[in-house]
């Protein structure tokens, strides 16, 4: 299975992976984010795909759940009651509401509709930001 990685060490905050996300959804929020941590450096937060996803665990409605082929998990908004469980329950804290004001949720699909792949992969400048194969 494919996930993003990121190596911190090469990420300079520059953006490009949110405004990546912004521009291929043509949302006005990103469903990625790069915070500083406590040592001053910059820190991407992605959603890591979980294989023991606590947001689908907590979603009452289905909304979340788990792509059969890919492993990925999917947000299906018209599903969505808008509770924020997942977002409690995300203990990596990458889950969040659009901060636009549709209280939608904001989740990372890997742009599944993108032929390309993730679009915060290929945009990333310092190539801090990869599509690794992973073992289950």
């Given amino acids: 299975m494919k ?50 996803p606590e947001c689908v665990y907590t979603c009452m409605t289905g909304a979340m759940s788990i792509d059969t082929g890919s492993g990925f998990i999917m947000y299906n908004s018209e599903k969505c009651t808008k509770c924020c469980m997942c977002v409690m329950a995300c203990p990596y804290g990458v889950l969040k509401q659009d901060r636009m004001g549709s209280e939608l949720i904001m989740k990372c699909d890997m742009c599944a509709d993108r032929e390309a792949g993730p679009a915060c992969v290929e945009k990333c400048p310092m190539g801090a930001i990869e599509l690794v194969e992973v073992a289950v």
Avoid at 5 to 12: F, G, N, V, Y
Avoid at 29 to 34: G, Q
């Fill in 3 to 52: 996930r993003i990685a990121i190596d911190r060490s090469k990420c300079i905050g520059c953006l490009t992976c949110v405004s990546a996300c912004i521009v291929f959804r043509d949302a006005p929020d990103s469903c990625n984010r790069v915070v500083i941590d406590s040592l001053n450096k910059a820190a991407p937060i992605f959603c890591r795909h979980c294989s023991k």
